[in-house]
């Protein structure tokens, strides 16, 4: 389990329509991010079938790029 760990949210969305007639839509996006972890932690380890504690481990983050989502996105 990891507990303390921080991050940094940073960056800057914008999007845009143009309608030439009633019929067309245009539609375009663009996001940019900044996406950092800003500490290094202690996280403890623990043995999945019984839950007890059986280690810990350093987990070097800082300045890292948090994972799971893209931090730069365009659709046209």
């Known amino acids: ?3 303390g760990l921080d991050a940094l949210h940073t960056g800057i969305e914008i999007d845009a329509e143009y309608k030439p007639s ?3 839509t245009l539609r375009s996006y663009i996001s940019l991010g900044k996406w950092n972890w800003k500490n290094d932690v202690s996280a403890k380890i623990y043995d999945d079938y ?3 504690e059986i280690g810990n ?5 800082d300045g890292l790029a948090v994972g799971d989502a893209p931090q730069t996105q365009l659709a046209f």
Not at 57 to 61: E, G, M, Q
């Open 1 to 3: 389990m990891i507990q």
């Open 22 to 24: 009633r019929l067309v």
């Open 50 to 52: 019984s839950g007890l």
């Open 57 to 61: 481990v350093n987990v070097y983050s």
